[in-house]
């Protein structure tokens, strides 16, 4: 069993130190946010994410927290890199955090191998190496370990993955990294270290293709009558293509695919590639949220002085994280056109800056609706099923619904008398 230390105690590095501790791992976990490490080593778990607070409570003995870079580095034979790496302004992923990892791992005399597990431009694990070389480093191996994990399934995704990608150029480091995984339920595939970091930003990239292709044919079916939800069920059949992530909708958000889309679109560009597909990919996620807003014009002419209630904030159901959540977009857009936005969400946090400071919060959907002009179903919350709609109905001033996450069934909807829209159906 091994002695690790994980840099970044965010959604990424805390699963990863959790899951290696549930292995059998020492694991010592830094961070730079006081606050975070106070709560963990209180006991507390300062993210939602299913099955992580069990998993940390089995492994106290194994699972330490610091604020402080040479406690982690004491021993430890392994250090794995799960920073956020931010759009800078440019949009390229900003590393900075990376490097200063890296340049505090000098001293570490135990050290046999340096894992990336953050999400980099293709070409960072090269100048890693470089840099730990010129630290008197070169004895020290070097892994890109890339992550696979969906919020909500995190836990899940890092126990039993469809795959676990290792690039690395000596056979030992990647046997080392192998070796981790023991018991971890999923194959393990091992490549170079450009193959491997180009693995996470294709995978999410073809992700995020799927959906947007479908948004596309969901536009498609509305112009001709055709119905999404019938045809992306049947496409999915088809065993090449698979039935996942062509949930049409307001399209995908989050703190992995707009981010990651905009890297990989920036790394093309620097090569001086023009990525059409991946453009075209991210334009139609865009225009998906603005064509909410269009057809709520459509049915109740200018939004100036409405009462809209938007029901889901996060940018999917399971977590409470608002990064780049689709309904951000919507929340400003609506305030922009004059609406009053009043809002409910069962786990998104109370005290969010612009454009939700503007808004009114209701602690359940029929609180937010009451005397609404109209509803935005915005995240697939199972609770927004569960709604009484009849109810509804009787407290909304004018009873229109745009059903932005295709959660209802629309016949039903139209008998109790709402003016009811979708996306792609009929
Ligand atoms: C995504 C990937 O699924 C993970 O494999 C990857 O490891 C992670 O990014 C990352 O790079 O760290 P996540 O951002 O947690 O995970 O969320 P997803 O479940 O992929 O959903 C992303 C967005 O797509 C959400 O806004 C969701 O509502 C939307 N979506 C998803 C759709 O609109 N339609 C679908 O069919 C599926």
């Given at each position: 069993m091994a002695n690790i230390a994980v840099f970044g105690a965010g959604y990424i590095g805390l699963v990863t130190a959790a899951c290696l501790a549930d292995l059998g791992h020492t694991v010592a976990v830094r961070d730079i946010q006081q606050d975070r490490v106070d709560r963990l080593r209180a006991g507390e778990v300062p993210i939602h994410e299913p099955g992580l607070g069990e998993l940390i409570a089995r492994n106290t003995e194994r699972l330490t927290f610091t604020l402080n870079a040479d406690d982690a580095l004491a021993g430890a034979e392994i250090v794995y890199i799960c920073v956020d790496t931010p759009p800078t302004m440019a949009g390229d992923a900003d590393l900075s955090r990376v490097w200063s990892v890296v340049n505090s791992l000098?001293?570490?005399?135990?050290?046999?191998a340096v894992v990336v597990k953050s999400t980099v431009p293709v070409g960072t694990g090269a100048r890693v190496r470089s840099v730990l070389n010129e630290a008197g480093l070169a004895h020290v191996g070097y892994a890109a370990n890339p992550e696979f994990t969906a919020e909500g399934r995190a836990v899940a995704d890092f126990m039993t993955p469809d795959r676990v990608v290792i690039g690395g150029s000596d056979e030992a480091t990647v046997q080392l990294i192998a070796d981790l995984?023991?018991?971890?339920d999923g194959p393990v595939e091992i490549m170079d270290v450009a193959s491997a970091e180009m693995v996470k930003l294709a995978s999410n990239a073809a992700l995020m293709t799927k959906i947007s292709f479908m948004n596309e044919i969901a536009v498609l079916c509305e112009l001709t009558g055709a119905d999404v939800e019938l045809v992306a069920h049947a496409v999915g059949l088809d065993h090449r293509i698979?039935?996942?992530?062509l949930q049409a909708g307001i399209g995908w958000g989050g703190s992995c695919f707009p981010k990651d889309s905009e890297a990989l679109k920036q790394l093309a560009s620097n090569t001086g590639h023009h990525p059409q597909l991946l453009n075209a990919v991210i334009e139609v996620n865009n225009l998906q949220k603005r064509r909410a807003i269009q057809k709520l014009k459509q049915a109740l002419?200018?939004?100036?002085g409405t009462q809209i209630a938007l029901l889901g904030m996060t940018?999917?159901?399971?977590?409470?994280d608002m990064r780049e959540s689709p309904s951000t977009v919507l929340a400003a857009r609506l305030l922009a056109e004059g609406a009053k936005v009043r809002c409910w969400d069962p786990?998104?946090?109370?005290?969010?800056?612009?454009p939700w400071a503007s808004t009114t919060r209701h602690d359940s959907p029929l609180e937010a609706v009451t005397g609404a002009d109209a509803v935005i179903l915005a995240t697939a919350w199972p609770e927004l099923r569960e709604v009484s709609w009849e109810q509804a109905h009787g407290l909304m001033r004018r009873p229109v619904v745009f059903d932005g996450r295709n959660l209802l069934d629309p016949p039903a909807m139209r008998t109790l008398g709402f003016t009811y829209m979708s996306v792609g159906r009929a």
């Open positions: 000098k001293g570490a005399t135990d050290l046999r995984h023991r018991g971890v698979g039935g996942h992530f002419g200018s939004l100036e940018f999917k159901p399971g977590t409470d786990l998104a946090a109370q005290d969010l800056a612009e």
